[in-house]
Protein backbone atom coordinates (compact mmCIF):
# COMPACT_ATOMS: atom_id res chain seq x y z
CA UNK A 1 0.00 0.00 0.00
CA UNK A 2 1.34 3.54 -0.74
CA UNK A 3 2.55 5.48 2.37
CA UNK A 4 1.16 9.22 2.25
CA UNK A 5 3.21 11.73 3.49
CA UNK A 6 2.18 15.37 4.34
CA UNK A 7 4.64 17.88 4.10
CA UNK A 8 3.84 21.14 6.00
CA UNK A 9 6.04 24.23 5.23
CA UNK A 10 5.08 28.03 4.94
CA UNK A 11 7.29 27.76 1.69
CA UNK A 12 5.52 26.64 -1.53
CA UNK A 13 9.16 25.89 -3.80
CA UNK A 14 10.08 23.51 -0.35
CA UNK A 15 7.03 22.37 -0.29
CA UNK A 16 6.72 21.00 -4.11
CA UNK A 17 10.50 19.76 -4.16
CA UNK A 18 9.73 17.53 -1.23
CA UNK A 19 6.46 16.22 -2.72
CA UNK A 20 8.56 15.93 -6.42
CA UNK A 21 10.94 14.05 -4.18
CA UNK A 22 9.02 11.52 -2.43
CA UNK A 23 6.73 11.47 -5.43
CA UNK A 24 9.29 9.54 -7.47
CA UNK A 25 9.88 7.04 -4.85
CA UNK A 26 6.32 6.08 -4.84
CA UNK A 27 5.16 7.96 -2.07
CA UNK A 28 1.69 10.10 -2.13
CA UNK A 29 2.69 13.65 -1.01
CA UNK A 30 -0.03 15.96 0.19
CA UNK A 31 1.11 19.54 1.25
CA UNK A 32 -0.05 22.23 3.64
CA UNK A 33 1.55 25.61 3.98
CA UNK A 34 0.71 26.07 7.99
CA UNK A 35 -0.36 24.23 11.33
CA UNK A 36 -4.01 25.03 10.76
CA UNK A 37 -4.23 23.26 7.21
CA UNK A 38 -2.20 20.34 8.46
CA UNK A 39 -4.79 19.95 11.27
CA UNK A 40 -7.68 19.93 9.08
CA UNK A 41 -6.11 17.88 6.32
CA UNK A 42 -5.23 15.34 8.87
CA UNK A 43 -8.43 15.32 10.66
CA UNK A 44 -10.59 14.26 7.07
CA UNK A 45 -7.73 11.86 6.33
CA UNK A 46 -5.06 9.55 7.93
CA UNK A 47 -1.54 10.29 6.96
CA UNK A 48 1.91 7.61 7.45
CA UNK A 49 4.35 10.52 8.25
CA UNK A 50 3.98 14.40 8.49
CA UNK A 51 7.14 16.38 7.91
CA UNK A 52 7.06 19.81 9.82
CA UNK A 53 9.08 23.26 9.01
CA UNK A 54 9.80 24.78 12.75
CA UNK A 55 9.64 27.82 11.36
CA UNK A 56 6.04 29.23 9.87
CA UNK A 57 4.14 32.32 11.00
CA UNK A 58 0.67 31.70 12.68
CA UNK A 59 1.42 28.30 14.18
CA UNK A 60 4.90 27.33 14.83
CA UNK A 61 6.26 23.54 13.76
CA UNK A 62 6.41 23.16 17.52
CA UNK A 63 3.13 23.97 18.14
CA UNK A 64 1.57 22.16 15.67
CA UNK A 65 3.38 18.70 16.34
CA UNK A 66 1.90 19.83 20.18
CA UNK A 67 -1.54 20.00 18.67
CA UNK A 68 -1.08 16.55 17.07
CA UNK A 69 -0.08 15.18 20.39
CA UNK A 70 -2.76 16.07 22.43
CA UNK A 71 -5.50 15.21 19.90
CA UNK A 72 -6.97 11.72 20.78
CA UNK A 73 -7.46 11.31 17.04
CA UNK A 74 -3.78 12.40 15.53
CA UNK A 75 -1.61 11.62 18.55
CA UNK A 76 -0.46 8.52 16.49
CA UNK A 77 0.78 9.65 13.58
CA UNK A 78 4.42 10.11 12.68
CA UNK A 79 6.12 13.54 12.54
CA UNK A 80 9.58 14.52 12.07
CA UNK A 81 10.87 17.87 11.95
CA UNK A 82 12.29 19.16 8.00
CA UNK A 83 14.09 22.61 8.68
CA UNK A 84 16.90 25.06 8.38
CA UNK A 85 17.01 25.29 12.03
CA UNK A 86 19.89 23.77 14.28
CA UNK A 87 19.30 22.81 17.60
CA UNK A 88 21.65 21.62 20.04
CA UNK A 89 22.26 18.01 21.30
CA UNK A 90 19.59 18.98 24.14
CA UNK A 91 17.47 20.93 21.90
CA UNK A 92 16.94 17.43 19.81
CA UNK A 93 16.65 15.43 22.87
CA UNK A 94 13.88 17.79 24.09
CA UNK A 95 12.02 17.40 20.88
CA UNK A 96 12.12 13.83 20.75
CA UNK A 97 10.32 13.79 24.30
CA UNK A 98 7.61 15.61 21.92
CA UNK A 99 7.37 12.62 19.89
CA UNK A 100 9.46 13.55 16.96
CA UNK A 101 11.16 10.88 15.21
CA UNK A 102 13.92 12.01 13.20
CA UNK A 103 15.05 16.14 12.61
CA UNK A 104 16.24 16.67 9.05
CA UNK A 105 17.77 19.80 8.03
CA UNK A 106 17.58 21.87 4.76
CA UNK A 107 18.91 21.72 2.49
CA UNK A 108 18.64 18.15 2.28
CA UNK A 109 19.72 15.98 0.14
CA UNK A 110 17.63 13.79 -2.11
CA UNK A 111 18.61 10.28 -1.47
CA UNK A 112 18.91 11.03 2.24
CA UNK A 113 15.40 12.82 2.48
CA UNK A 114 14.04 9.65 0.87
CA UNK A 115 16.14 7.31 3.08
CA UNK A 116 15.17 8.89 6.72
CA UNK A 117 11.88 8.55 4.94
CA UNK A 118 11.34 4.96 4.52
CA UNK A 119 13.04 4.83 7.87
CA UNK A 120 10.20 6.50 10.05
CA UNK A 121 7.78 4.84 8.28
CA UNK A 122 9.49 1.00 8.88
CA UNK A 123 9.46 2.03 12.83
Known sequence: MTKK???????????????????????????????????????KEKFDLVLID???????????????KKDSQ???????????????ERGIEKLKKLGILDYIKKPFDNEDLINRVKKMLDQ
Do not use: N, W, Y
Not at 9 to 37: N, P
Not at 55 to 67: H, Q
Not at 77 to 86: E, N
Open 5 to 43: ILAVDDEEDIRMVVKDVLESSGFKVDTAKGGQEALKKMK
Open 54 to 68: FFMPEMSGRELLEAI
Open 74 to 88: LKKTKCAFLTVASFP
